[in-house]
């Protein structure tokens, strides 16, 4: 990674630990990112989409989740929903947040779509100890 000066933060460094805390050390740490192969691709994301764009200032984590889930959603990429519907939980967005997203996907984007989002949802939701899911009453 490029050298930075002690005012200018590591994208990579802010990155990873953004990564870590969204998606969690089990898949940080899963045997694709470690492959050496899949290297450059992953420092290349740990940098730029962590380090870079969900570090900046205009939007909360929660907001940010909430898009990823969003676009994930429209792009049809049911593997990086599932991971970021875990990061959401995470994050503290609630069951409900993302059901009224997925309603909005399928307003926009069409019922499979928001059929899928549901599902990843409600397998996460299922999957999580429940102290570690947020709801929209409490």
Known sequence: ??????????????GSRIRREVLGDEHVNSALSNWPPAKPLFDLITAHNWGSVWAREGLDRRTRTLLNLALLTTLNRPEELRLYVRGALRNGC?????????????????????????????????????????????
């Open 94 to 138: 609630s069951v409900e947040d993302m059901a009224e997203v997925a309603v909005h996907c399928a307003a926009y984007a069409g019922g499979p779509a928001g059929i899928g989002l549901m599902r990843a949802v409600h397998e996460a939701h299922e999957a999580m100890p429940a102290e570690e899911t947020v709801s929209a009453e409490g």
């Open 1 to 14: 990674m490029p050298a930075t000066s002690a005012e200018t933060p590591d994208p990579y460094a802010t």
